[in-house]
């Protein structure tokens, strides 16, 4: 059968083809108005990478990397714990209804809340495309009720989402202040051990000190070359004096005696005194009385002269003895001094090895105490980086069933069943419709062809009752 053959069987079954089509539409039709109505309440949440309440620098996401931060949003939506905390907000436990049929369905056995919740899971819709936007769907016969679940969902998920990120912080601020405990103890026994040993050691400001010892060990030494140069010098003196004394030679040549005020005054009498005698041993002879004055008075000065220079060296002999003394003492003092710096520079490895162990432990200190700040102020975040968007609102219209896209498809289908119907027919009742048709099926070429034939009033006889027609219509 080709499309013309098709065609003349479509007119000539035009009733059997608009009874299909009329019955298939009203029976979309009629279906669609018996079938419950579904509404269909619908939340939006916007994914931002931003979070303006945490500390940490934001890490930008990649394209793959959103993607999958989205898709594992859209997983803990559907997840059982949000379905189960919606089932608690909504006290959907507390139905009646529900409650028996959780007795049939389970025994009892199990929460309530999960399986009220595996039940909105069934109804639940969660989508989201290239963009940051999530798209929340709950569908129900209840407009209010769609809208009211659609919220719960959105709600539960922001508290869940953000108890997830907040958990973990709080745990790590607890855990980061037990750690402050002991690292602050820690710091102050560094603390007071270095000080203790600087109080014990004399060495507050070790720099000021390390300056004043130092000098102090300069002015020792410069002290020690001077005294050692004296006690050379006092030593050479006496020296020459106790050497001259031992040969029997007279010490007038020594500057000391030659500059001794106290010998120039005796040689001054003596000189006086031995003028007076020579007078007297001239004038008057050597057993006259001023005679032998002048000459006890002269030996009297001479031995008063030897007794002066005796002790001049003897002086020497003493300043001798003191430079000496003076240079062992300024010896022991330098090793003293010397003794002292080493020790003060054991006290000061020490001490900056004290100080090294309260800058570390202060360096801990504030390292930690930084983190559980940060890890405190976050773990009392009041929003994630997920926000609503728009909540669910009571839908005015079902988007189940459409009748205008049923009617649509009713027609479509409608139109495909009655021209099947109109083939069916026309395949189990074959009835010559054109010229082809009856040459096709008489195998013998037509003669001619009769136009159509319009009978008019009275001369059409009526055939006999009971009688079949000859040819059918070929119309």
Known sequence: MDLSQFLLALRARRKAFVMVLVATIVTAIAVALIVPKKYVGTATLLVDARDEQAMSPARVLTFRDRASYIGTQIELIQSGRVAAQVARDLKLAQNPDLRAAFEADTGG?????????????????????????ITVEYSSNDPKRAAEVANAFTKAYLATSLDLRTQPTREAAEWFEGQLTGMRSRVAEAQTKLTDFQRAKGLITADDRVDIDATRL??????????????????????????????????????????????????????????????????????????????????????????????????????????????????????????????????????????????????????????????????????????????????????????????????????????????????????????????????????????????????????????????????
């Open 109 to 133: 056995v199990g929460p309530i809340d999960a399986w009220i919740g595996a039940m909105l899971l069934e109804k639940l819709k969660v989508t989201s495309s290239v963009s940051n936007l």
């Open 218 to 475: 300069g002015e020792l030494s410069t002290q020690l070359l001077a005294a050692r140069n004296a006690t050379y010098e006092a030593q050479a003196r006496h020296k020459q004096a106790a050497e001259l004394v031992s040969s029997g030679g007279a010490p007038d040549a020594l500057p000391e005696v030659m500059t001794s005020p106290a010998i120039m005054a005796v040689k001054s009498d003596l000189a006086r005194a031995e003028s007076l005698l020579q007078i007297a041993s001239a004038d008057l002879g050597p057993s006259h009385p001023a005679y032998l004055k002048h000459a006890a008075e002269v030996q009297v000065l001479r031995q008063k002269l030897s007794n002066e220079m005796k002790k001049v060296v003897a002086a020497l002999g003493n300043a001798e003895q003191q430079t000496r003394r003076r240079e062992q003492e300024l010896q022991s003092a330098l090793e003293a001094q010397q003794q002292h710096i080493l020790k003060m520079k054991d006290a000061r490895v020490q001490i900056a090895g004290m100080t090294r162990d309260v800058e570390n432990a202060q360096r801990s200190y504030d390292a930690v105490l930084t983190r559980y700040m940060t890890t405190r102020i976050e773990s009392r975040a009041q929003q994630g980086d997920v926000a609503l968007l728009t909540p669910a609102i009571e839908p005015a219209k079902p988007a189940h069933p459409k009748i205008p896209l049923i009617a649509g498809l009713s027609v479509v289908l409608g139109l495909m069943l009655a021209a099947m119907m109109v083939y069916a027919l026309e395949t189990l009742d074959r009835r010559v419709r054109s010229r082809f048709d009856l040459e096709s099926r008489l195998a013998v070429p037509s003669l001619g062809r009769l136009s159509r034939w319009q009978p008019t009033g009275g001369r059409l006889l009526p055939a006999p009752s009971g009688a079949a027609r000859a040819l059918p219509h070929p119309w």
